[in-house]
């Protein structure tokens, strides 16, 4: 009984694709999502194409693919997009289709973002940063301004700390 071996591509920002053995009663067609081991870990791949003539000096050395995944296959059209956009950007065909497996709840939770957003001057009780002595009946005394001061440059810290240290600092 002879054995059958598919061209998987992998995920990974590599240009080729690896040869695996196909177990006794798994039906694979090109397009469709198997899980297989490379190296030391588990990671999805696509079947590629049929491998009709494999080297028969590394038929003992290829690795069986451990399972088909229940979604559906990508379709002819799309691996021969990937195939053309990393040939014309030269990039890997790994790392196209790996912007081209990227649809969101299949691959796991997104990334959180945290956004700060600034809806106007700030104020403390009321009373505008920028003008601190708005409310207090007359010149800006010295306490005014100080206690103005201390709340804008702790409002910046945190704007800086919640950003990640991406906002500058005014």
């Known amino acids: ?76 059209e799309l691996r021969q997009f990937v195939d053309w956009v990393s040939s014309y950007t030269l990039a890997s065909r790994g790392t196209v289709l790996r912007m081209a497996l990227r649809m969101g709840e299949h691959l796991g939770p997104g990334r959180e973002q945290v956004g700060v957003r600034l809806a106007g001057p700030l104020s403390y009780d009321g009373i505008p940063v920028d003008k601190p002595w708005i409310g207090s009946g007359g010149a800006p005394g010295a306490a005014t301004m100080g206690r103005a001061r201390g709340i804008y440059h702790r409002a910046c810290a945190l704007l800086w700390l919640l950003t990640g240290g991406i906002a500058w600092l005014l």
């Open 1 to 76: 009984m002879t054995t059958r071996v598919v061209d998987i591509l992998v995920p990974v920002a590599l240009d080729q694709t690896y040869s695996y053995r196909v177990p006794a009663g798994l039906e694979l067609a090109p397009g469709n999502l198997v899980s297989v081991s490379l190296g030391a870990r588990e990671c999805m791949g696509v079947v590629w194409a049929e491998n009709p003539a494999p080297n028969p000096r590394l038929h003992n050395r290829l690795k069986d693919v451990d399972e088909k995944l229940d979604v559906p296959p990508l379709r002819a």
